[in-house]
């Protein structure tokens, strides 16, 4: 795919080398690596980001127990900066930090084999210890907040143990978050602390504030484990295009020069964050913000406000800043890329070059779409111009090239639209069945519960999404789509679903989401047998809660489907309605078990009748 290599010639001198030329400038009067950093970040958030390391690789130790081992690397910093020459010092932080975690007491008793991974050299050694990582894992109870009253005290009384408290209770829980979202979020949280401690009711107002903090953690989490996920699949080209796509967007003002440098480091710091290395995350990114903040001319007048916080609380506030206003009276990209009639010329004589300008170009002018929209045209408009170069008249050919790529964009929006207008017409309850029948008939080999998973999932997208201002829902929705079928391919890698799925999980990747969408039934598909004992119907379908029942209904739907993915929307119907007249009538009847006992009979009777299926 050649437009993925668009930036390889402009990065071709820079981009290997650029961050170890750059470190090595930077660290040329430093002989340790751990002095330096230290020095940089200054005591307090080396230790937070010395505790996020920690609590991130060995997600079960106490705090008490990682105290110790922080403590040991601090001690270690004050003893490199007194003397860099010491021969403990100038091993790189990455390799310090597991040094020690390999020295923890019983590690195979509490890790089991992940203590083999000691005996791996780096960078493998790292790469063991990533895979060891476990999201939200089940070991840890849930968190206990303190009550209001002893927070308050506590953090009056000893701040840095409360925030380092919280600080390693967000990184074990989250081992994919990186380090300056989770100092960002520590910020947030002290805040809410200075805020709440001084309210009437300060349970509510702690309550109402670490939702927040919570649900924001989440979002973050998800977008920054799908950005390592793009960087690890897909290579270098392929997340810089997207984050040059983005970039574009969100600085529509600054030069395609600035922000081709931006995009190389921002890959460079991306990948440090990506492989556990946290300290070069937090220090790179800083160095990254205060080389923002020094052009905001440059750049945006949005991120003023962000450039005058903190330093922990500043790259968060940039990157989550909003899309500065396009300029004005930007030309037509038609008179350039399409009526040209020297475009071939410049096509061929840097044919990556042109096509990095093209997307810098579009996405500037197009902040209402999702960066993998933007990637399609950029790949619809290198097609057509390879098919066209080759003809004997090149401008004739890629004439109609607008028509031809404003297919991607309308294929897009239509899907946005129908789905926003079923969410918001229908309800959420419709629209998650909507979504399942689909899936279903795509992948009834995956379980009920995963399935029921990925309904939820993109029921929270459509939740999400299809209450925004019409202008922004494209990009909402195709962004976290794609997010939610990564995750998905991801799975599926180890365990194959089927061949379509496979199909569209080798795609490019911004075609998955369009590839999954026009997937039809699975033909190959050989379904188990009608099982009745799937109608074994209770009294919880009148007693349990709502929630409860209403989960038991959409996994009645699903293991229906699989019996027949062909089935219509009528036969669908058809079996639906029975369920609700029955589940109606004997919740109302004397005996509910009788009831049930035959009504259930009768429904599977009719069942077997609608779909053809003989008894």
């Not at 049930?596 to 429904?603: C, D, P, Q, S, T």
């Amino acid at each position: 795919m050649k437009w993925l290599t668009l930036i390889s010639f402009i990065f071709l001198l820079s981009s290997a080398r650029s961050r170890n030329l750059h470190r090595a400038a930077r660290d040329a009067d430093h002989k340790s690596q751990i002095a330096h950093r230290y020095n940089d970040l200054k005591e307090e958030t080396f230790k937070g980001v010395a505790m996020i390391t920690f609590a991130q690789y060995l997600q079960k130790c106490s705090y008490d127990g990682l105290s110790k081992l922080v403590k040991d690397i601090v001690d270690l910093a004050h003893k490199c900066v007194a003397n860099e020459d010491a021969p403990e010092c100038t091993k790189p932080l990455p390799t310090i930090f597991l040094d020690r975690i390999c020295q923890v007491d019983q590690l195979r008793d509490s890790y089991g084999d992940m203590a083999d991974c000691c005996g791996k050299a780096d960078p493998e050694r790292n790469q063991c210890f990533l895979s060891f990582r476990v999201h939200h894992p089940d070991f840890i109870p849930p968190y206990q907040r303190p009550a209001a009253d002893v927070i308050c005290t506590q953090y009056q009384d000893n701040r840095v143990a409360l925030l380092g408290n919280f600080v390693y209770t967000v990184a074990r829980r989250n081992p994919f978050l990186h380090a300056p979202a989770i100092l960002a979020l520590a910020a947030e949280y002290e805040n809410a602390l200075k805020t709440c401690c001084s309210e009437s009711d300060i349970g509510a107002c702690l309550d109402e504030k670490a939702s927040a903090i919570k649900d924001r953690a989440k979002i973050i989490g998800v977008q920054q484990q799908h950005g390592c996920r793009v960087l690890e699949k897909y290579g270098e080209r392929t997340f810089q295009a997207d984050k040059l796509a983005h970039m574009s967007q969100k600085y529509p003002k600054a030069s395609f020069a600035e922000l081709i440098k931006m995009v190389q480091e921002a890959k460079n710091v991306y990948r440090e964050c990506c492989e556990g290395d946290m300290v070069e995350c937090v220090d790179d990114w800083s160095e990254l913000m205060n080389s923002l903040c020094s052009k905001q001319d440059v750049f945006s007048s949005k991120i003023k406000p962000c450039c005058e916080k903190p330093a922990v609380e500043r790259t968060s506030c940039i990157v989550e800043a909003d899309f500065d206003e396009k300029p004005d009276n930007l030309p037509s990209l038609v008179e350039k890329y399409i009526q040209d009639k020297e475009v071939c010329k410049s096509y061929e004589a840097g044919h990556d070059a042109f096509l990095s300008e093209f997307v810098y170009e579009y996405s500037r002018r197009h902040p209402e779409l999702a960066t993998t929209v933007i990637l399609r045209v950029a790949k619809g408009y290198e097609t057509l111009l390879d098919k066209c170069c080759k003809t004997d008249n090149p401008a004739e050919c890629y004439g109609h090239a607008e028509e031809e790529l404003n297919k991607h964009i309308k294929e897009t929006q239509e899907l946005v639209k129908t789905n926003c207008d079923l969410f918001n017409t229908h309800g959420e309850g419709d629209f998650l069945k909507g979504i399942l029948v689909r899936y279903t008939k795509k992948m009834p080999q995956v379980s009920t519960d995963t399935l029921l998973e990925i309904g939820k999932k993109m029921t929270a997208v459509g939740a999400k999404c299809c209450s925004l201002p019409e202008e922004k829902r494209l990009a909402c929705s195709e962004r976290y789509l794609s997010i939610v079928i990564e995750k998905m391919c991801k799975k599926q890698e180890s365990t194959p679903i089927n061949d379509q799925v496979t199909q569209c999980c080798n795609e490019f990747y911004s075609y998955k989401r369009p590839c999954f969408t026009a997937m039809g039934v699975d033909t190959k598909y050989v379904p188990p047998p009608f099982d009745p004992t799937m109608f074994n119907f209770d009294d919880k379908l009148c007693s349990a809660p709502p929630a409860e029942r209403e989960e038991g209904q959409l996994k009645l739907l699903i293991n229906l489907i699989k019996r027949k993915p062909q089935m219509t929307e009528d036969q669908i119907k058809a079996i639906a309605g029975g369920f609700t007249a029955m589940v109606e009538k004997c919740c109302k009847a004397a005996d509910v078990d009788t009831c049930l006992g035959e009504e259930g009979a009768a429904l599977i009777v009719q069942s077997r009748a609608t779909l053809g299926i003989d008894a």
